[in-house]
């Protein structure tokens, strides 16, 4: 499968910015999916996750409550809504495909394909 990520920006503290990433390619429907983030200098780190039926959900505890991760099978895609953003929330957004996992992994070792990444970078 082959993933798309699209929609980061340049947002001032506060703001929100919604992230896609669209499948071709495979049974979208077969992969949870997740969002991982890295910031210049460090390791890609996990953001958030949803199983295959989109019935299940969780989040690194930086983001939670603040991001939403949803997915709609029909259109073959992911989402990442990000509100009150940080400058801390600063970095490349990547998107992932986990063949295996039913409810979507926060390792990134567990994801079989990503996106190219998408750069959010929130302004203090």
């Known amino acids: 499968v082959q993933l798309q990520a699209s929609g980061g920006g340049l947002v001032q503290a506060g703001g929100s910015l919604r992230l896609s990433c669209a499948a071709s390619?495979?049974?979208?429907?077969?992969?949870?999916m997740g969002w991982f983030r890295q910031a210049p200098g460090k390791e890609r780190e996990f953001v958030a996750a949803?199983?295959?039926?989109?019935?299940?959900?969780n989040y690194a505890d930086s983001v939670k409550g603040r991001f939403t991760i949803s997915r709609d099978n029909a259109k073959s895609t992911v989402y990442l809504q990000m509100n009150s953003l940080k400058p801390e929330d600063t970095a490349v957004y990547y998107c992932?495909?986990?063949?295996?996992?039913?409810?979507?992994?926060?390792?990134?070792?567990?994801?079989?394909?990503w996106g190219q990444g998408t750069q959010v970078t929130v302004s203090s």
């Open positions: 992932g495909a986990d063949l295996y996992g039913t409810s979507g992994s926060y390792l990134v070792k567990e994801y079989d394909h």
């Open positions: 390619g495979g049974t979208f429907s077969r992969y949870a």
């Open positions: 949803i199983s295959r039926s989109g019935g299940s959900t």
